[in-house]
């Protein structure tokens, strides 16, 4: 079965310092990874995903994400934090079969001025 | 997205009521499926269906129910609504080719 953990569910950070949110999944087989932002009252929007390919994965707003397989995990990075990077942020995988994705239970970000 | 939308955006019900959301999407996409979000819980998948003919039950699918009535609208039931069913419902949808998924603005059940 998947599974995803984001063992952090709030991360503050101050503004223009670096920030990372933590996610690590469990799949069989090579995983495809996502992240996705929610601001309130708002859906989810995709930010980026790893399929295959270079490791380090670019995605919108400047946010950047890592996969490392042999740690199986898959931390969203920003080298330079804005306050309206304040959201909640979704970590999610599935495997390279028909399956739906699974999402972390979310880590919500608070960039202070 | 405005490509999927969701009706209503919110709704305020009483136990024991029969309630029913509708997502409608214009991307195309053959796969569609609904979550709930709770605090503390991140999505859970409710159904999907990967098309007309397809419906597949997701982690938590007791006490829902969903039709789908064209590859361009998936709606989810709740056939005796209960207090613990307040949530923010998300329909989302997506193209295999591409992986990710894209999702509507969300319903906001009360259910009293």
């Known amino acids: 079965a998947q599974s995803v953990a984001q063992p952090e569910d709030q991360v503050n950070v101050a503004e223009g310092n670096p920030l990372t949110v933590k996610c690590t999944y469990s799949v069989s087989g090579n995983p495809y990874l996502f992240w996705y932002v929610q601001y309130p009252n708002r859906g989810l929007q995709f930010l980026l995903k790893?399929?295959?390919?270079?490791?380090l994965v670019k995605g919108s707003y400047g946010f950047e994400a890592e996969f490392n397989k042999s740690q199986t995990s898959f931390h969203l990075k920003k080298p330079s934090a804005l306050v309206s990077d304040s959201a909640l942020y979704f970590c999610a995988v599935r495997d390279r079969g028909n399956t739906p994705l699974v999402f972390g239970k979310g880590t919500r970000l608070s960039v202070i001025a | 997205d405005a490509d999927v939308t969701q009706t209503p955006r919110n709704r305020i019900t009483k136990t024991g009521k029969r309630i029913m959301l509708e997502c409608s999407q214009t991307k195309g996409h053959d796969r569609m499926y609904w979550y709930r979000q709770d605090p503390g819980l991140g999505l859970r998948l409710i159904y999907y269906?990967?098309?007309?003919?397809?419906?597949n039950k997701g982690e938590i699918s007791d006490g829902y129910s969903v039709s789908r009535q064209a590859q361009a609208k998936f709606s989810l039931s709740l056939e005796s609504a209960i207090p613990n069913q307040t949530a923010l419902y998300f329909c989302?949808?997506?193209?295999?080719?591409?992986?990710?998924?894209?999702f509507g603005p969300g319903t906001r059940l009360t259910v009293l």
């Open positions: 989302a949808t997506s193209d295999p080719d591409r992986n990710e998924q894209f």
């Open positions: 269906s990967f098309d007309v003919k397809d419906i």
């Open positions: 790893y399929i295959t390919g270079d490791n």
